[in-house]
C-alpha cells in the first residue's frame, strides 16, 4: 500500500493550492492510498475554527477539512513550530491534529513512498 | 487625510514583505490590510502602524474575527475608495 | 474621481475578485473607471474558455456587467496574453491557430493603453497577485 | 525506473521548463515516463493558442514531441482546466462555448489519472510553481 | 508630467514579473512619464554582472537594463537594506544605482504619482 | 546514496522556507538548489547541509558562478535523475 503525505503549507484562501491538494488527497485515498497530511507554515491557518467562505463567496475549506475523518483520513499533523509562530496553541484550533516537533517531522516524512507540497 | 500620503495595502503574509513595507512607510501614510495580508495583525514582533485598517470579509472568512485587535479598523470595499480618494497615491504590496 | 485599475492577478486569485469589488464600489461612489488594463496573470481574465468553480462568483462576468453597465474598457495586454494563451481573431488568423478565444467585452490591446490612462487617471490602484 | 511527474507550475515559469528538461533526460537514461499529470496553474501546459515569447523554448512543443517520441501520457486535470480556460471539445460543447482549446497531444482527465499512475510509479517528482 | 515609479521587487528568472515590468516602463517613458526605478527585496539579484539567459534559453534581463540609460531612463535606485541582507556591496552591481537607506525610500516613494510593485 | 532518504528540491528563495527545510531534513538526505533556490546558497546565517548540490544552468544564468561556494556541486539534469534515484523519494519545496 503506498503511503502519500500531504503538506498543507498555504493559508486557506490565498490560493486554489490548498483545495487542490485536498482534491488530490481525497482521490488517493479512494485509490487505496495510505494518506495523511501534514499542516506546516502558513498552512496551520486552515486549521482556525469560524472559518467561512460566506463573505468572500468562496467554499469553505475548513469545512471540507472537517469531514476528512468521514473518508477515514485520521492521520492529521501539525508542525509545533509553525503554529508556535503565530501564537496558535493546539487547543485554538479546529482539527484534532498531532502536533510534531522536528524530530517528529523528520519521522514522518521517512515513512512516505510520496511527498507532495503545492 | 494627508494630501502627499501614500496608502499602503498589503495582501501577502510574509515577514519580510511587511518589514520592507513598515520600512517604507512615512509618518502620514495609511496601511490596509486586504486578503492574506490580515495574518499581518498576529505576526509576533510586528506593531502594525496607528490607524491601519482592514477589509472585514477577508478578516470573517479566515477566522480572525474572534481574535481581532480593537486598535485595527474594519471596512469594506466603499472604505477602501475613500482611503485611495483621501490618500495621494497608493502601493500594492505582494 | 478619476481611477484606473491595473489587474495582474489571474481571475482565480483573491486579489482579482478584489479588483472587480473595488471597481463597483467605485463607480457606486460616484466616480469615473474609464479602463481596466489586465497584465501579467491578469490577462487570463480574457479567457472566454474559463468556467468559475460552482457556487463562486464569474469574475470575467462581473467585469463584463460593468462594461455594459458604465462604459468600463477592459483592455487586456496583447503580449502577456499571447504568452498565457488568450487570443482574439486577428492574432489567431496571423498565428494559424485553430480559433480564437477572447471573451466578448474584453479587447487585446497594447501598453500604451495602460500608458495613456495613466496620465488621465487621478488614481490608480493595483491588484497584484 | 519508473517516474510519474506531476507539473503543477504555469508553462511561462522556470519550473514548467525544468519539468520537461527533466522528463527528457529521465528518458535519455533509460528511465520509463509513462505519464506527466498537469494539475493547478500546470493546466495551462494543454492550452492550444498560447505562444512562448520570441526566442524562448516552447514548452509545449516540447512535451508533445516527448508523447510522439516515447508515448508519455500528457494528461490535464479537468477540473483544474475548466478553472483556468482550457477545455477540450466535449466539454466547449456541454458548456456552450463557442471553441475548444486542447492542445494536440494532451489529454483531459480526472485526479483518477494521478492516483492511478502513482500505484505505479517508483518515484513521483514534482514541480511546483 | 506624471511621475511613477517601478518597484523591482523580484529576481530575475523566477516570474515574468521583472521582464513585465520593464515592458511598461519603457512604454510609459515613451508616453512621456517620468519613470524611475527602484531595486528592492529580491529584485536586487536583477542587478548582479555576468547574468545570461542563454543556460535557460531566456531572455537577458541585465542586458535590457543596461540599455535603460539609451532610454534616458537615469533615474536608478537601489535598498540599501536589501543590499546588505545578499551581502551585496553597490561596487558589486552591473548598473550605476543611487543606494537609499530607508528615509531616502521614504522621500522617493513621496514624490511620486503613482507607485507600481508587481 | 541511502534508500530511506529524501531528496529535497529547493527552487524558491525565502529565509521562512529554508529555515522549514532545514529543520525537517534528516541525516542522510540529499538537497538539490533549483531555480531561485540557488540563491539560499548566498543567505546569510544559514548553513546548508553538506552534500548540497545545485542546477549549474540556473546559477550560471544569475550571475552567481563567480562567487559560487566550492561546498556547493554542481550538476545538470541527468544528475538530478540520478539524485532522485538515489534518494527513495523526493520533496519539491516552493
Redesign the interface.
Known amino acids: 500500500m503506498k503511503k502519500t503525505l500531504f503538506i498543507q503549507q498555504r493559508s486557506p484562501f490565498g490560493s486554489e493550492s490548498p483545495q487542490e491538494q485536498l482534491d488530490a488527497l481525497l482521490v488517493c485515498a479512494a485509490f487505496g492510498q495510505d494518506v495523511s497530511v501534514l499542516f506546516q507554515d502558513e498552512g496551520v491557518w486552515q486549521l482556525l475554527p469560524a472559518q467561512s467562505g460566506r463573505p468572500l463567496q468562496k467554499r469553505t475549506l475548513a469545512a471540507q477539512l472537517q469531514a476528512l475523518e468521514l473518508y477515514e483520513v485520521k492521520a492529521l499533523y501539525a508542525d509545533a513550530a509553525a503554529l508556535q509562530a503565530r501564537g496558535l496553541a493546539p487547543e485554538d484550533l479546529a482539527l484534532a491534529v498531532t502536533v510534531l516537533d522536528a524530530e517528529g517531522v523528520k519521522a514522518l516524512l521517512a515513512r512516505q513512498d510520496f511527498l507532495l507540497r503545492f | 487625510m494627508n494630501k502627499a500620503s501614500t496608502l499602503h495595502i498589503l495582501s501577502k503574509n510574509t515577514g519580510a514583505l511587511t518589514a520592507t513595507l513598515l520600512r517604507s512607510f512615512s509618518e502620514n501614510d495609511g496601511l490596509l490590510l486586504t486578503a492574506d495580508g490580515v495574518y499581518a495583525a498576529f505576526a509576533c514582533g510586528t506593531t502594525l502602524p496607528v490607524g491601519t485598517q482592514a477589509l472585514r470579509a477577508d478578516v470573517e472568512a479566515r477566522g480572525l474575527l474572534p481574535n481581532w485587535p480593537e486598535s485595527i479598523a474594519l471596512t469594506d470595499h466603499a472604505g477602501f475608495v475613500d482611503l485611495c480618494v483621501q490618500h495621494a497615491r497608493s502601493l500594492s504590496w505582494s | 474621481?478619476k481611477?484606473a485599475l491595473?489587474v495582474?492577478a489571474?481571475p482565480?486569485?483573491?486579489?482579482a475578485?478584489?479588483a472587480l469589488?473595488?471597481g463597483?464600489?467605485?463607480l457606486?461612489?460616484g466616480?469615473t473607471l474609464p479602463r481596466v488594463f489586465f497584465?501579467?496573470?491578469g490577462a487570463?481574465h480574457g479567457?472566454?474558455?474559463?468556467?468559475?468553480?460552482q457556487?463562486?462568483?464569474d469574475v470575467q462576468k462581473g467585469w463584463q456587467e460593468l462594461a455594459a453597465s458604465h462604459g468600463v474598457e477592459l483592455v487586456v495586454c496583447i503580449?502577456?496574453a499571447?504568452?498565457?494563451?488568450?487570443?482574439d481573431a486577428d492574432t489567431?488568423e496571423r498565428?494559424e491557430?485553430?480559433?480564437?478565444?477572447l471573451a466578448p467585452g474584453f479587447v487585446i490591446s497594447?501598453?500604451?493603453q495602460?500608458?495613456?490612462i495613466?496620465?488621465e487617471a487621478e488614481?490608480?490602484?493595483?491588484?497584484?497577485?
Open positions: 474621481m481611477f491595473l495582474t489571474a482565480h486569485q483573491e486579489q475578485w478584489q469589488e473595488f463597483r464600489a467605485a457606486a461612489a466616480h497584465y501579467g496573470d487570463l479567457n472566454s474558455l474559463f468556467l468559475p468553480p457556487d463562486e462568483p503580449a502577456a499571447i504568452k498565457r494563451g488568450v487570443m489567431a498565428e491557430k485553430a480559433g480564437s478565444n497594447g501598453l500604451g495602460l500608458a495613456e495613466m496620465l488614481r490608480m490602484v493595483s491588484f497584484p497577485a
